[in-house]
């Protein structure tokens, strides 16, 4: 799979909240219906990742967790390390980009993860079918991709 990221960044661009849109199923998400993603600068230069969506519908228990994020190299800014858990990070690649920030494709080193965000809780369909398009050019099974449920 090519997991190439983007060449040109701006992480305060990146910043704010983003509306999951369609991701591979995995536990930490399972089952979890409104989610967002919202990224904001801390005190020390990392960033904090606050992740919540609802279990089972939007009347369930709202499902909130808190994280961290930060750039190794900063000549690939694409490339973040989140971590949710102590001090073990994952890779957070950002593969696919809007050139206004209105879109993003998410993976990981691992095959296992994968997230379409959108700054709306809802994409037109033709622009969902254009980035499959280019999620199926890098080799990814977009049968695997979850619609998220948003409002």
């Not at 060449?7 to 591979?24: H, M, P």
């Not at 990742?49 to 190299?73: C, H, Q, T």
């Amino acid at each position: 799979m090519n997991k190439t990221v983007v060449k040109e960044f701006d992480l305060n661009r990146y910043l704010g909240t983003w509306y999951e849109i369609a991701r591979y199923d995995h536990r930490f998400e399972r089952a979890l219906v409104g989610v967002t993603a919202t990224y904001s600068l801390r005190e020390e230069g990392k960033i904090r990742v606050v992740n919540r969506g609802y279990k089972g519908s939007f009347d369930g228990k709202m499902s909130e967790a808190i994280g961290k994020a930060k750039i190794p190299d900063p000549n690939q800014k694409s490339r973040l390390k989140v971590s949710f858990f102590l001090f073990f990070y994952a890779d957070y690649l950002i593969m696919e980009l809007d050139p206004d920030y209105q879109w993003a494709v998410v993976g990981s080193k691992s095959d296992n993860y994968l997230w379409i965000l959108s700054r709306k809780p809802i994409i037109e369909e033709d622009l969902y079918q254009e980035i499959l398009e280019k999620l199926r050019n890098r080799g990814y099974n977009t049968g695997k991709l979850i619609k998220v449920e948003q409002r």
